[in-house]
């Protein structure tokens, strides 16, 4: 079995270190990361869920830390797959509560 100092060399060779201490999954690191799927945004809703945010922060007179505003917009921008285009009045609303 290969010490860390050598683990560690590998692995920044790109090999996979759970492949290497158990012999399970995928032998390289590319390999394994070009298995694991994403799923890509969409640009034109990310964008309406910015624009609401910063609507909604703007009309308020407020900032958020940017932890806390990342939250709220990934949170928008989940509500407008489930909702139309014409309710962003609600979500201008909702995002103006939670500012």
Known sequence: MPGGQIIGTLVCAGVNANW???????MLLAELQ???PTAPFETARLQLALEA???GLAATSRTMPPDKKAEL????YDLLDDVDATSKG???RLVKLAA
């Open 20 to 26: 290497l201490l158990t012999g399970e999954g995928s």
């Open 34 to 36: 070009a298995a694991t």
């Open 53 to 55: 945010v910063e609507e």
């Open 73 to 76: 917009i990934l949170a928008v």
């Open 90 to 92: 609600k979500i201008l």
